[in-house]
């Protein structure tokens, strides 16, 4: 099977019972690296929000759902390294659009183990970029499905 089945898909003709909204599919990457006390997860601010997040973007035609998370941690990050083909797991958060638009947005997170980072990449000026330890990763984020991710890496590396 060329492109992985899209998780939500399935569920599109039942998610106006749980999402009042418009509902819209992103991809993200949680990036790590390996350090002296385990790993360390990679949060960037958001452009418009300034709030903690990891990389993520819209899924692309001519790209794998993986291969766009991967675009989006160099893209934002500037970040390079394995992305896994899996799926990690999944989140939601409201993704506020032109015009005080908003849309629930269910984003399918890939792992990245960064091996390369760039201080030159597309949006380094539009925003700031930290690495933190997973229980102060998830303390940074909003988003508790994300908390949960990044708490559930840090748990399986430890493993």
Avoid at 95 to 119: A, P, Q
Avoid at 145 to 157: C, D, P, T, V, Y
Wanted: charged share 35%; net charge positive; with cysteine.
């Amino acid at each position: 099977m060329d492109q992985p089945e899209r998780y939500f898909s399935k569920w599109t003709p039942y998610t106006h019972r749980v999402f009042p909204d418009d509902l819209a599919e992103q991809v993200g990457a949680l990036c790590y690296r390996k350090a002296l006390r385990g790993i360390e997860i990679l949060l960037i601010t958001t452009r418009q929000t300034k709030r903690w997040a990891i990389p993520k973007g819209w899924p692309c035609a001519d790209l794998k759902l993986y291969e766009a998370a991967e675009r989006e941690a160099w893209e934002e990050a500037g970040v390079r390294g394995k992305i896994r083909k899996k799926v990690f797991g999944h989140f939601t958060y409201t993704k506020y659009l032109k015009d005080n638009e908003h849309v629930t947005s269910i984003v399918s997170v890939y792992l990245l183990e960064v091996r390369r980072e760039r201080l030159q990449f597309p949006e380094r000026h539009q925003r700031e970029l930290i690495w933190r330890h997973p229980r102060e990763a998830a303390i940074l984020v909003k988003e508790p499905e994300l908390k949960s991710l990044i708490l559930k890496l840090g748990r399986k590396w430890k493993a």
